[in-house]
């Protein structure tokens, strides 16, 4: 399983960002993560920033702004679900969600809604994650 630490995930954005302008080959990888930067111009300033700046800076949940590299990073996680339908159901639960919303991006919003719930009861009852429980929070969805 790949874990990378906090600066690693930011460097692989911010590179796949540098690459993409430099218009040089990106991997699979970076093509997939490019998708989701690209619908996200909100956080160009920030792909844009000096490398310092950006590696150094703390996105708290006080100062109620939004962390692009933890949003991103929820978008390559679904997809990666998705694609290997793993949880099972997940893959035919997220395409329902998309016919309903007609909106693969809102709809990816929609699940991360589930998936950070999930996370949450699973931390603070110390309870395993429950892939049923997370399915049918995206079904709710559809409905």
């Not at 929820?74 to 997809?79: Q, R």
């Not at 998309?98 to 309870?127: M, P, S, T």
Request: charged residues 20%.
């Amino acid at each position: 399983m790949f874990n990378p630490t906090r600066d690693q995930a930011r460097l692989f954005f911010l590179n796949t960002w540098k690459k993409y302008h430099q218009e040089q080959p990106l991997s699979e990888a970076e093509s997939l993560a490019l998708q989701w930067m690209t619908r996200h111009p909100e956080y160009f300033p920030t792909f844009d920033a000096e490398l310092e700046e950006v590696l150094a800076r703390d996105y708290s949940v006080e100062t109620g702004e939004g962390n692009p590299f933890l949003h991103l990073s929820m978008h390559l996680a679904v997809a990666e679900q998705v694609s290997i339908d793993q949880p099972p159901g997940i893959r035919s639960s997220f395409s329902k969600l998309c016919e309903r919303l007609g909106d693969e991006h809102q709809a990816a919003h929609q699940v991360f809604e589930c998936l950070a719930e999930q996370i949450y009861q699973q931390q603070r009852n110390g309870v395993p994650f429950s892939s049923e429980r997370y399915i049918n929070c995206i079904l709710d969805h559809c409905m």
